[in-house]
């Protein structure tokens, strides 16, 4: 079997246009895009594709990769802000992962939904992420002095980017409900952990 490939040599522009082929078919299509769509959007053939990642894991770690580090980038601006309280933070942050999430549904079914369930070392990339993204806003609760406890800052990390996120997975599907009453309630529930003092 073949090993997941970093640059492998390849031209890095050139495997940054076979990833906007894939993004363009999978907008456009769906999380049941085929590779084969994939590929003759790209203009090659799957085995060339797959060669500029390895195989078909390494492509979907990569997809991964770009849209992960996209949504990060826009949640540590929120978390950021240091300044503002703990509930208008929390709003915030929040909004921003729905409003990603919600203006690239195709694009997070296939890499959560598809991808995910098809391969395992996908399902463990993206499970490392929100991992990742987890302990990161548990390294903020604690410097934010907002929970004295290091141990209880990273367990409140975890627990509201995994809420957050499948909250957030819910709600795709049931696009009838308020925005804004999902948000409220998630930060309900996050003020309320942190000692904010209502429910």
């Known amino acids: 079997m073949a090993t997941v490939a970093g640059n492998g040599g390849r031209d890095p522009d050139r495997r940054r246009a076979l990833l906007d082929a894939a993004d363009r078919v999978i907008r456009r299509e769906g999380p049941q895009a085929s590779m084969a769509a994939i590929a003759a959007e790209a203009g090659i053939t799957k085995p060339i ?3 500029h990642f390895g ?3 390494g492509l979907y770690q990569a997809l991964a990769d770009r849209h992960a580090r996209t949504v990060i980038r826009q949640l540590r ?3 950021a802000k240091t300044r503002t309280d703990l509930r208008t933070r929390a709003r915030a942050t929040i909004e921003t992962y729905l409003d990603m999430i919600a ?3 195709n694009l997070y079914r296939f890499l959560f939904h598809r991808a995910g369930a098809e391969d395992s070392r996908t399902h463990s990339h993206m ?3 929100v991992r990742s993204l987890g302990e990161e806003l548990g390294a903020v609760i604690a410097a934010d002095a ?5 141990v209880r800052a990273q367990i409140l990390g975890h627990a509201f980017v995994g809420m957050v996120q499948t909250t957030g997975d819910w709600w795709l599907e049931h696009r009838e409900v ?5 948000v409220d309630g998630l930060v309900d529930v ?3 952990a942190m000692g904010d003092g209502r429910p």
């Open 49 to 51: 594709l797959y060669r």
């Open 127 to 129: 499970a490392s992420i």
């Open 55 to 57: 195989d078909k894991s």
């Open 77 to 79: 601006v929120e978390f």
């Open 103 to 105: 203006a690239n549904r």
């Open 178 to 182: 308020d925005r804004r009453q999902v």
């Open 146 to 150: 907002a929970v004295a406890d290091p």
């Open 190 to 192: 996050i003020a309320a």
